[in-house]
């Protein structure tokens, strides 16, 4: 046989040996009760000889078929002894044979001593199993998770209700190999490392520790570096401390509670390099250790104590035992029990031994609203004395109750807000009221005394907080105690009041007298009377542990739930699951929210957290992300400086970043170079002198405005830098200043981390930079969607994992009245969300507790084409559905019941798995748990949807205010502004300008004809077609002034609207529509508006009839009594009126004052004056004399709610740069202060220059004639006063969603 075939050989043994192994491994499935001894076999009672437990075994026809009780109720058990310590992996039951006996439903139970028992739950809420529905068919469970016992017990809960409790059984799983060893609390062993054994990458140590003591260390761990692992037990919760020797390095996490409960759990610490997981029985936490401590030894590890006491949060030894303690696989205790010279093992202290003894702790369970336990009180002396120890979460409990002999009164001892009170009620009066204790219920176990001797009496809460008060009563039970509660009254005859909650928790080491209750026999009903207790066990469980509330939320909890504080997180719901804020700048703008900062949260319920960002609202939506230096920043040469190097900090960590540049459609990021004898690229052909680093940490070697690789500038991109030869305008290397500028637009290389600069060390060189903030406009998210045409299509995407919380939100538009709009099956469990009516959405889903449904019915129905928003969520505690802003729906989820969604199939959106009840219409946006699924181009590939859908003014034109009208885009709308007086981005900003008595505003609507070149043509013709019969006037003020003149619409006839504040603050509107008549007057009923408050005015006429309000004053109307036509109209006027050679005497009066105050969002009919002033003043044809300044001084808008502070602008918006000498913050400080002063100096005289220049052009602007406009260009900004305008406004004046 050659070596090719002995090493294939030696191969294939190797597999064989490898399958067999992991078959044996996972091969734990014996029947472990079938071949028992009867005497392994007990219960509650049996109904006869032949109903006896030791013919409980599955399939056995022998004595009467099964085990049957004397009487079936819930306080009936099942025992069996496995005789050693085993791993149960299946359950299976069956009813007795030939019967009418079987059960239906019940606990499962186990226990190492045949006391204390556990009850198995499945995913940690489920506690009862389904049974049979016959006596004949068996039913199995495989466990979930695998339980270690030596005794198993069965509670049957419901059964047959024509029968009675019959039961045979068998459990499944194979031997368990235990080493221990015990400690008293005084003792402790170490283990120390061979010291030639070779360094590793990894370390593992595992144990399984169970103890009744609170706290006490488990193991210490040194290394030869001083670094310390400490895992203890503290306060039932136990803690993992990393330390550091000499040094502020110190990390404490804390995993499980309640773990002082005398049963075994599991503890794991995985070192690998710097990552250390750290594993309490199925919960594990992560610790990252920093880089410089990855190359460690650990040297020593001390079990039980010793080492690192001093610095332990408890103090103490552990008390308790250990098993199957591994350190990188070998056996510590193994090692520690062959006590071999050759290894260096243990030094023992104190008492360790290697067996687990363990003492008989029997507590009771106090679990529902009618349980209680009563006691005989028989009097052995003068005084009294009870005592009981006690654990649980709720505030407020009766402990304990008892009439006083001599009918002297009643005793309650009660836990009242976390406190424990005695008080005693005799005829309605408290005579003793006595309080001890704080913080009760933090789910420890805690001592009651009460002692009462020779007329004192002293309530003692763990053995040092006391309260004594003095009592003249005897106070002496007569006859019976009543713990945790009270019977009802038609069930005993006692007298036992309550006026108190219940206790729900645990008491344990009940003494009467100084003598400890048996409660075994108890529960043997030999003594004492009890009803819905659960004897031999405490039953409480920590919902808080591992906690369910996301996000940071802070968990508390009562006996039967938990709550979840969500209170600064930034998330909501009943597990701080659903994110309050929005998840892009893209989004806040379709709320009507305007340019701010906001939080953004990216991922929504994802784990990357909410961040403050700022959102210019603009044409196009930018999402801006500052970092610590985005001024231009000037470097001096420096011979000791032969590289600058600029690191960015962001608002935003690196995971938010990376989030908003991937769903975001660009990002881009201002990138300059200004440079005086300092290269850049040194382009063509040498080595970069400077370079930034991206978000990889990769240098890159290109410019901005170029492309990646390219290592040149914008310039030489397009071919215009100042000198061919290169291809950055700074690498010619001139004495003269120049720049690079442009922007970096490479999402994978985003945003600048760092720069580096290195051409400064030569004489003479000088260099700016600026790294501009990152800018992200668009969101592939927000319109990601997807039309459905069919009934029978869909797009199916991956299996939605959403085990414990699932949120899904999406909006969708249809005409249709139903349809599904996704669909995930599991084998049993689902979830669906569908349109189920054209007024009903319904979410229904199920984990295990039969299908759950959660309706929301809206006033108004659902399929009108627009867009409705629909969010779900389903958690461990509700689940919950909203539709747009309608009322939701919450659906509480059972107590106790199934937790976990278990999905399988592919996710179907617009359609199920049956082709069945499929969606027509559009959805978008779709959500699951925050991560957005690509619609768009699943769609593309899918016959029957078509990605994208377009018509969003249905829905969003609402937000278009002012008279602004909607516009439909592909991938949004835009809001067109120029029939209104309001511009921004939804025509919602007033447009104001503050006035002083020289300024004038004058809108021309058409120059006169001069009358030589048509003389025959009649006067009264000439402007016909400016004729109005009526006006629609709009404008809000704000004026101390009195008299005033507010607007004045001038005619070529010498006829005139004005709108006047007279002396007293009144308003009048003053009409002359006739020359030979006078004016008519109209007066407000409105006092005194010069008071400088913010009013708003609207006037309207329409023939004879004139409307005005003022501010949300009732309409007055008044009429007209001269002409109704107001003929030739010339202009519209604001401020002071120039050619006032034809004003009336009054008007004229008024108007030598000019207006000091505010305009602002001016209106007369479909023109906007002051606007067109302001925006658009060449474009348009008004006349500007004097000062004029645009201002907010009109603004009434209330603060956004989301937006943590509301602005209009960023202060570092990025900017052009001249190309000479950068003004900049400079790192030396003496060219700063020089720089600033020439930037001071020459800022003054320019702006002085620019202002004797605007106001030479302002005067004699007034004296020009305006040129005559027959009709409107495309550009102009205004539309002449007809109502139907045909003209066009120009792109630049339009607001878009982008």
């Known amino acids: 046989?050659?070596?090719?075939?002995?090493?294939?050989?030696?191969?294939?043994?190797?597999?064989?040996?490898?399958?067999?192994?992991?078959?044996?491994?996972?091969?734990?499935?014996?029947?472990?009760?079938?071949?028992?001894?009867?005497?392994?076999?007990?219960?509650?009672?049996?109904?006869?000889?032949?109903?006896?437990?030791?013919?409980?075994?599955?399939?056995?026809?022998?004595?009467?078929?099964?085990?049957?009780?004397?009487?079936?109720?819930?306080?009936?058990?099942?025992?069996?002894?496995?005789?050693?310590?085993?791993?149960?992996?299946?359950?299976?039951?069956?009813?007795?044979?030939?019967?009418?006996?079987?059960?239906?439903?019940?606990?499962?139970?186990?226990?190492?001593?045949?006391?204390?028992?556990?009850?198995?739950?499945?995913?940690?809420?489920?506690?009862?199993?389904?049974?049979?529905?016959?006596?004949?068919?068996?039913?199995?469970?495989?466990?979930?998770?695998?339980?270690?016992?030596?005794?198993?017990?069965?509670?049957?809960?419901?059964?047959?209700?024509?029968?009675?409790?019959?039961?045979?059984?068998?459990?499944?799983?194979?031997?368990?190999?235990?080493?221990?060893?015990?400690?008293?609390?005084?003792?402790?062993?170490?283990?120390?490392?061979?010291?030639?054994?070779?360094?590793?990458?990894?370390?593992?140590?595992?144990?399984?520790?169970?103890?009744?003591?609170?706290?006490?260390?488990?193991?210490?761990?040194e290394t030869v570096s001083g670094l310390t692992f400490t895992v203890e037990l503290f306060k039932g919760k136990l803690l993992l401390q990393v330390r550091k020797a000499r040094s502020d390095f110190h990390i404490v996490i804390s995993l499980g509670s309640l773990l002082d409960d005398q049963h075994w759990h599991h503890v794991s610490i995985e070192r690998i390099r710097t990552l250390v997981n750290f594993t309490v029985d199925k919960t594990t936490q992560q610790i990252q250790l920093p880089e410089h401590l990855s190359h460690y030894e650990i040297n020593e590890i001390s079990f039980g104590g010793g080492g690192g006491l001093q610095k332990s949060h408890s103090k103490r030894n552990f008390h308790g035992c250990l098993e199957n303690v591994l350190y990188n696989e070998m056996n510590v205790i193994d090692r520690a029990k062959e006590k071999h010279v050759?290894?260096?093992?243990?030094?023992?202290?104190?008492?360790?031994?290697?067996?687990?003894?363990?003492?008989?702790?029997?507590?009771?369970?106090?679990?529902?609203?009618?349980?209680?336990?009563?006691l005989s009180w028989t009097a052995s002396g003068e005084g009294v004395s009870i005592s009981m120890q006690f654990r649980t979460w709720n505030e407020d409990g009766l402990l304990m109750t008892f009439d006083?002999?001599?009918?002297?009164?009643?005793?309650?001892?009660?836990?009242?807000?976390?406190?424990?009170?005695?008080?005693?009620?005799?005829?309605?009066?408290?005579?003793?009221?006595?309080?001890?204790?704080?913080?009760?219920?933090?789910?420890?176990?805690?001592?009651?005394?009460?002692?009462?001797?020779?007329?004192?009496?002293?309530?003692?809460?763990d053995k040092s907080?006391?309260?004594?008060?003095?009592?003249?009563?005897?106070?002496?039970?007569?006859?019976?105690?009543?713990?945790?509660?009270?019977?009802?009254?038609?069930?005993?005859?006692?007298?036992?009041?309550?006026?108190?909650?219940?206790?729900?928790?645990?008491?344990?080491?009940?003494?009467?007298?100084?003598?400890l209750v048996d409660l075994i026999k108890v529960q043997q009903m030999l003594f004492g009377n009890f009803s819905d207790v659960q004897m031999d066990m405490c039953g409480i469980m920590d919902r808080c542990s591992p906690s369910h509330c996301e996000h940071g939320g802070n968990c508390s909890q009562s006996w039967s739930t938990f709550h979840c504080d969500c209170s600064g997180t930034g998330y909501s719901g009943a597990t701080c699951h659903s994110s309050i804020y929005e998840a892009s700048c893209e989004a806040y703008k379709h709320k009507g929210n305007t340019s701010g900062f906001y939080y953004v949260d990216v991922d929504g319920s994802g784990p990357i957290k909410p961040q403050l960002i700022y959102c210019n609202m603009s044409d196009t939506v930018w999402m801006v992300i500052q970092h610590n230096n985005t001024e231009l920043t000037k470097l001096r040469s420096s011979s000791e400086m032969n590289q600058h190097l600029a690191h960015f900090n962001y608002s935003a960590d690196a995971e938010q970043i990376q989030a908003i540049i991937s769903q975001a459609q660009y990002c881009e990021q201002e990138l300059s170079y200004h440079c005086k004898k300092s290269r850049l690229l040194n382009t063509p052909d040498g080595s970069p002198f400077t370079w930034w680093i991206g978000r990889s940490g990769e240098a890159h070697m290109y410019w901005g405005g170029a492309v990646p690789g390219s290592q040149q500038c914008a310039c030489g991109l397009q071919d215009n830098c100042v000198y061919p030869e290169h291809f950055c305008n700074c690498d010619a290397d001139s004495k003269d200043w120049s720049n690079d500028s442009g922007v970096l637009a490479h999402k994978d290389h985003l945003p600048v981390l760092a720069l580096a600069v290195g051409d400064v060390s030569r004489p003479d060189s000088e260099a700016a930079y600026k790294v501009g903030p990152l800018q992200c406009s668009g969101d592939n998210n927000f319109w990601n969607s997807a039309y459905f045409n069919k009934e029978t299509s869909y797009l199916h995407f991956p299996t939605f994992h959403g085990e414990l919380s699932a949120d899904i939100s999406f909006l969708f538009k249809t005409g249709s009245s139903s349809g599904v709009f996704l669909e995930n099956l599991g084998i049993k469990d689902f979830i669906r969300i569908e349109l189920n009516s054209p007024n009903e959405v319904v979410f229904s889903f199920d984990v295990g507790n039969g299908p759950l449904e959660v309706k929301v019915e809206t006033p108004v129905a659902l399929n009108d084409e627009r867009w409705h928003h629909v969010r779900a969520e389903r958690n461990v505690k509700e689940a919950s559905l909203y539709v747009d802003h309608h009322p939701g729906s919450v659906q509480k989820a059972p107590v106790d019941g199934h937790i976990h969604l278990q999905l399988?199939?592919?996710?179907?959106?617009?359609?199920?798995?049956?082709?069945?009840?499929?969606?027509?219409?559009?959805?978008?946006?779709?959500?699951?748990?925050?991560?957005?699924?690509?619609?768009?181009?699943?769609?593309?590939?899918?016959?029957?949807?078509?990605?994208?859908?377009?018509?969003?003014?249905?829905?969003?034109?609402?937000?278009?205010?002012?008279?602004?009208?909607?516009?439909?885009?592909?991938?949004?709308?835009?809001?067109?502004?120029?029939?209104?007086?309001?511009?921004?981005?939804?025509?919602?900003?007033?447009?104001?300008a503050?006035?002083?008595?020289?300024?004038?505003?004058?809108?021309?609507?058409?120059?006169?004809?001069?009358?030589?070149?048509?003389?025959?043509?009649?006067?009264?013709?000439i402007y016909s077609d400016l004729t109005l019969r009526g006006?629609?006037?709009?404008?809000?003020?704000?004026?101390?002034?009195?008299?005033?003149?507010?607007?004045?619409?001038?005619?070529?006839?010498?006829?005139?609207?004005?709108?006047?504040?007279?002396?007293?603050?009144?308003?009048?509107?003053?009409?002359?529509?006739?020359?030979?008549?006078?004016?008519?007057?109209?007066?407000?009923?409105?006092?005194?508006?010069?008071?400088?408050?913010?009013?708003?005015?609207?006037?309207?006429?329409?023939?004879?009839?004139?409307?005005?309000?003022v501010d949300q004053h009732a309409n007055e109307v008044f009429n007209l009594t001269s002409d109704t036509e107001f003929n030739a109209v010339k202009s519209v006027i604001m401020g002071k009126v120039l050619e006032s050679d034809e004003l009336d005497p009054e008007i004229a009066r008024?108007?030598?004052?000019?207006?000091?105050?505010?305009?602002?969002?001016?209106?007369?009919?479909?023109?906007?004056?002051?606007?067109?002033?302001?925006?658009?003043?060449?474009?348009?044809?008004?006349?500007?004399?004097?000062?004029?300044?645009?201002?907010?001084?009109?603004?009434?808008?209330?603060?956004?709610?989301?937006?943590?502070?509301?602005?209009?602008?960023?202060?570092?918006?990025?900017?052009?740069?001249?190309?000479?000498?950068?003004?900049?913050?400079?790192?030396?400080?003496?060219?700063?202060?020089?720089?600033?002063?020439?930037?001071?100096?020459?800022?003054?005289?320019?702006?002085?220059?620019?202002?004797?220049?605007?106001?030479?052009?302002?005067?004699?602007?007034?004296?020009?004639?305006?040129?005559?406009?027959v009709g409107k260009t495309e550009d102009s900004p205004e539309t002449p006063f007809n109502t139907d305008p045909q003209n066009v406004i120009s792109e630049n004046q339009k607001e878009y969603f982008i």
């Open 1 to 221: 046989m050659d070596s090719n075939t002995i090493e294939m050989l030696l191969q294939l043994l190797f597999i064989f040996h490898s399958i067999t192994s992991s078959v044996c491994k996972v091969s734990c499935d014996t029947p472990l009760v079938s071949n028992l001894p009867p005497s392994a076999f007990r219960s509650s009672s049996e109904l006869s000889n032949s109903h006896g437990p030791g013919y409980a075994k599955l399939n056995r026809r022998d004595g009467a078929g099964g085990w049957s009780p004397l009487d079936s109720n819930k306080y009936q058990w099942l025992e069996i002894n496995l005789e050693q310590r085993t791993e149960i992996t299946a359950i299976s039951t069956q009813g007795r044979y030939g019967s009418s006996d079987w059960v239906t439903r019940y606990f499962l139970m186990f226990s190492d001593t045949g006391h204390n028992w556990r009850p198995y739950r499945q995913e940690d809420s489920i506690g009862a199993f389904s049974g049979n529905s016959n006596a004949d068919s068996v039913v199995m469970y495989k466990l979930q998770h695998p339980v270690t016992a030596q005794y198993l017990r069965l509670l049957p809960l419901d059964w047959n209700l024509n029968g009675r409790v019959g039961l045979r059984m068998e459990a499944y799983g194979c031997r368990y190999r235990s080493d221990v060893v015990s400690f008293d609390g005084s003792g402790h062993f170490i283990y120390r490392q061979d010291p030639n054994a070779p360094s590793k990458d990894k370390d593992l140590l595992t144990l399984n520790f169970k103890t009744l003591m609170n706290s006490g260390m488990l193991a210490h761990m």
């Open 342 to 374: 050759t290894i260096t093992v243990s030094r023992f202290r104190g008492d360790v031994s290697f067996t687990c003894t363990e003492s008989i702790d029997v507590p009771v369970t106090f679990g529902n609203p009618g349980s209680f336990l009563s």
């Open 404 to 461: 006083l002999q001599h009918h002297a009164g009643t005793l309650w001892l009660y836990l009242s807000k976390t406190r424990m009170r005695l008080q005693i009620h005799k005829t309605g009066r408290i005579v003793v009221d006595v309080t001890a204790g704080v913080n009760l219920n933090d789910g420890q176990w805690h001592s009651v005394e009460l002692n009462v001797r020779r007329g004192r009496l002293t309530i003692t809460l």
């Open 465 to 515: 907080d006391s309260s004594t008060t003095s009592t003249s009563l005897p106070v002496v039970p007569d006859g019976q105690l009543f713990l945790g509660g009270c019977p009802s009254a038609e069930k005993h005859s006692a007298t036992c009041r309550n006026p108190f909650s219940v206790f729900q928790g645990c008491l344990r080491l009940i003494h009467l007298d100084n003598s």
């Open 904 to 992: 399988n199939s592919q996710l179907f959106v617009g359609g199920t798995a049956s082709r069945q009840k499929g969606f027509l219409g559009c959805i978008r946006s779709l959500k699951l748990n925050g991560k957005t699924l690509d619609l768009e181009n699943r769609a593309k590939i899918t016959p029957g949807v078509t990605p994208g859908c377009p018509g969003h003014c249905s829905s969003y034109g609402d937000l278009c205010q002012n008279k602004g009208s909607c516009v439909e885009r592909n991938d949004g709308f835009t809001c067109d502004c120029k029939l209104s007086a309001f511009t921004g981005i939804f025509c919602h900003k007033e447009v104001s």
């Open 994 to 1021: 503050f006035f002083k008595p020289g300024s004038s505003v004058t809108y021309t609507f058409k120059e006169p004809y001069e009358l030589s070149r048509n003389v025959s043509v009649q006067s009264s013709s």
């Open 1031 to 1109: 006006e629609n006037i709009s404008l809000s003020f704000r004026s101390s002034q009195t008299p005033a003149l507010l607007l004045y619409v001038s005619s070529y006839y010498r006829e005139y609207l004005a709108v006047v504040l007279n002396r007293n603050g009144h308003l009048d509107i003053r009409y002359k529509l006739q020359q030979d008549r006078e004016a008519e007057v109209f007066r407000s009923a409105a006092r005194n508006l010069a008071n400088g408050q913010l009013h708003r005015l609207s006037i309207r006429r329409s023939s004879d009839t004139l409307s005005i309000q």
């Open 1150 to 1269: 008024i108007n030598s004052l000019g207006f000091t105050g505010c305009l602002s969002v001016v209106q007369f009919n479909s023109i906007s004056p002051l606007k067109a002033a302001l925006l658009y003043p060449d474009k348009s044809p008004v006349t500007v004399t004097g000062s004029l300044t645009e201002s907010n001084c009109g603004s009434s808008l209330a603060s956004n709610p989301y937006a943590a502070e509301t602005t209009h602008s960023l202060s570092d918006h990025l900017g052009s740069v001249d190309t000479g000498e950068p003004i900049v913050n400079a790192v030396h400080s003496d060219s700063a202060l020089i720089g600033g002063v020439i930037a001071v100096v020459i800022f003054v005289t320019l702006a002085v220059l620019a202002v004797m220049a605007r106001f030479l052009f302002r005067r004699k602007e007034t004296f020009q004639t305006q040129d005559p406009k």
